[in-house]
């Protein structure tokens, strides 16, 4: 979100109403207070008559606005780039191939990782580059040559990654960031941090402390089974380390002290509305981005780097974190982003725990599993059957062929399934067959719990 509702893009206005309108009705569904109602009708008005004066005409639901690019933005891609909605909460685009992951770079100022990143990760580690590098799902970076310069120069880095506990098992799209991070603590042999944000969860679900303490729990056992190192990872609860930890909590309050609530307001889209905790979160996720949080890992050492590998929605905490970092005496934390995990049903939205028919859980039995992608799996691509006939698949946005992409390490089996698909018409179904070589990867790939070999 923009600074101020002036400088947000008319799509960003339209989605902010439509959220809005969401919240004034379910206020008046609880019978809220008429002070709260009143503040939120009057924020809802006040969304429309800025969407009004930006597009010149009145919000209609349903009804995106045709030029959703800002006024200071510019050239050719600018209209494009603002059809992908992308914040820590939401991701959704209009495109069935998924988000324009270039666009996005520019929207965010990251940096890509390109074959000279990649080919500078193998000369460091002598390890061939994770099929996520190789296949740009790892596709953006923040200051990654600045860890390997640490690297190479014999300086110590460590790893931190986290996980917001809103169901009793994790979907296969929450892997992605823990399969990668391995590889990474392996081939550079570090100290590992994966912070469980069971409080976060609290304030924004409908959850009490300890069903949310509870699901933390339970997806730690599923990241436990990913295989890190136990002498150099370390697992916690936020409701149980920072009542434990003064480091931890020290640095909180660093934190909380140099952001402003406008800066928040701005860069995560709270309101008036929403309680002070969420508000003083941001702070919480920030804080183990500096080793002197962790003094039973790192003692009082204040310069360690940091290196975060996420899903890029989680960017918009960590550009928060760096811009605090200098002013506190820190280094600033280094990212690595990865892609979503499209939901079953394609790529305009991820997979998502709280909608069961668009995700596979780690819980799920193979028949489960079976069910869900025979009845909600987008597969094929082409719009009329007759041109699926004709043309045959269109691996660019079959969902089962993305994820392939995502687990068969074959790099030269996934192209020859990429041809097979899109090489025989005549077969509506041509691109089902690949689930087959989806369950045979998942077999090799030790995935925790319930998605075993012999499923």
């Given at each position: 979100?923009?600074?101020?509702?002036?400088?947000?893009?008319?799509?960003?206005?339209?989605?902010?109403?439509?959220?809005?309108?969401?919240?004034?009705?379910?206020?008046?569904?609880?019978?809220?207070?008429?002070?709260?109602?009143?503040?939120?009708?009057?924020?809802?008005?006040?969304?429309?008559?800025?969407?009004?004066?930006?597009?010149?005409?009145?919000?209609?639901?349903?009804?995106?606005?045709?030029?959703?690019?800002?006024?200071?933005?510019?050239?050719?891609?600018?209209?494009?780039?603002?059809?992908?909605?992308?914040?820590?909460?939401?991701?959704?685009?209009?495109?069935?191939?998924?988000?324009?992951?270039?666009?996005?770079?520019?929207?965010?100022?990251?940096?890509?990782?390109?074959?000279?990143?990649?080919?500078?990760?193998?000369?460091?580690?002598?390890?061939?580059?994770?099929?996520?590098?190789?296949?740009?799902?790892?596709?953006?970076?923040?200051?990654?040559?600045?860890?390997?310069?640490?690297?190479?120069?014999?300086?110590?880095?460590?790893?931190?990654?986290?996980?917001?506990?809103?169901?009793?098992?994790?979907?296969?799209?929450?892997?992605?960031?823990?399969?990668?991070?391995?590889?990474?603590?392996?081939?550079?042999?570090?100290?590992?941090?994966?912070?469980?944000?069971?409080?976060?969860?609290?304030?924004?679900?409908?959850?009490?402390?300890?069903?949310?303490?509870?699901?933390?729990?339970?997806?730690?056992?599923?990241?436990?089974?990913?295989?890190?190192?136990?002498?150099?990872?370390?697992?916690?609860?936020?409701?149980?380390?920072?009542?434990?930890?003064?480091?931890?909590?020290?640095?909180?309050?660093?934190?909380?002290?140099?952001?402003?609530?406008?800066?928040?307001?701005?860069?995560?889209?709270?309101?008036?509305?929403?309680?002070?905790?969420?508000?003083?979160?941001?702070?919480?996720?920030?804080?183990?981005?500096?080793?002197?949080?962790?003094?039973?890992?790192?003692?009082?050492?204040?310069?360690?780097?940091?290196?975060?590998?996420?899903?890029?929605?989680?960017?918009?905490?960590?550009?928060?974190?760096?811009?605090?970092?200098?002013?506190?005496?820190?280094?600033?934390?280094?990212?690595?982003?990865?892609?979503?995990?499209?939901?079953?049903?394609?790529?305009?939205?991820?997979?998502?725990?709280?909608?069961?028919?668009?995700?596979?859980?780690?819980?799920?039995?193979?028949?489960?599993?079976?069910?869900?992608?025979?009845?909600?799996?987008?597969?094929?691509?082409?719009?009329?059957?007759?041109?699926?006939?004709?043309?045959?698949?269109?691996?660019?946005?079959?969902?089962?062929f993305m994820y392939l992409t995502f687990f068969l390490e074959d790099d030269d089996k996934l192209e020859q399934i990429r041809k097979v698909g899109q090489a025989r018409p005549g077969?509506?179904?041509?691109?089902?067959?690949?689930?087959?070589?989806?369950?045979?990867?998942?077999?090799?790939?030790?995935?925790?719990?319930?998605?075993?070999?012999?499923?």
């Amino acid at each position: 979100m923009a600074d101020e509702q002036g400088c947000a893009s008319p799509l960003e206005l339209f989605n902010s109403i439509a959220a809005q309108g969401e919240r004034v009705r379910a206020l008046k569904a609880g019978q809220a207070s008429k002070d709260e109602l009143d503040s939120a009708v009057k924020k809802l008005l006040s969304l429309k008559m800025s969407y009004k004066a930006a597009m010149g005409e009145d919000y209609k639901a349903g009804c995106p606005p045709n030029n959703p690019a800002p006024a200071g933005d510019s050239g050719p891609d600018a209209t494009e780039a603002e059809e992908d909605f992308v914040d820590p909460w939401t991701v959704q685009t209009s495109s069935a191939k998924g988000v324009d992951y270039d666009k996005l770079i520019v929207r965010f100022g990251s940096s890509k990782i390109d074959k000279e990143l990649i080919n500078r990760i193998e000369r460091a580690t002598g390890q061939r580059p994770h099929r996520f590098l190789r296949r740009g799902i790892f596709f953006s970076h923040r200051d990654m040559n600045q860890v390997l310069d640490a690297y190479e120069n014999k300086k110590p880095f460590y790893l931190y990654t986290g996980r917001g506990p809103s169901s009793e098992a994790m979907h296969v799209g929450h892997l992605i960031p823990f399969i990668f991070t391995k590889w990474l603590q392996d081939v550079f042999n570090v100290p590992l941090v994966i912070q469980m944000t069971d409080d976060e969860k609290y304030l924004w679900k409908d959850l009490t402390l300890d069903q949310a303490h509870g699901y933390a729990v339970e997806n730690a056992k599923d990241i436990i089974a990913c295989g890190f190192d136990i002498n150099k990872t370390f697992i916690f609860s936020d409701l149980d380390y920072m009542g434990m930890s003064p480091g931890f909590y020290r640095n909180v309050v660093k934190i909380q002290k140099h952001v402003t609530f406008n800066q928040v307001k701005g860069i995560f889209g709270f309101t008036d509305s929403d309680c002070i905790g969420k508000i003083s979160f941001p702070a919480i996720q920030a804080a183990p981005s500096f080793s002197n949080s962790f003094p039973q890992i790192f003692g009082d050492k204040t310069d360690v780097q940091c290196l975060i590998p996420c899903a890029i929605d989680q960017d918009p905490y960590f550009r928060m974190t760096r811009d605090v970092a200098p002013r506190i005496g820190y280094p600033k934390p280094a990212l690595l982003h990865s892609t979503f995990f499209p939901a079953l049903q394609g790529a305009q939205t991820k997979m998502s725990a709280s909608d069961p028919n668009s995700s596979i859980f780690l819980t799920d039995t193979a028949k489960q599993i079976k069910t869900k992608v025979n009845k909600h799996a987008f597969s094929g691509g082409r719009d009329t059957i007759e041109e699926h006939r004709q043309f045959g698949g269109n691996c660019d946005v079959d969902v089962s062929f993305m994820y392939l992409t995502f687990f068969l390490e074959d790099d030269d089996k996934l192209e020859q399934i990429r041809k097979v698909g899109q090489a025989r018409p005549g077969r509506p179904s041509s691109l089902l067959g690949t689930w087959r070589a989806l369950a045979a990867s998942w077999g090799q790939s030790a995935f925790p719990r319930g998605l075993s070999p012999r499923e």
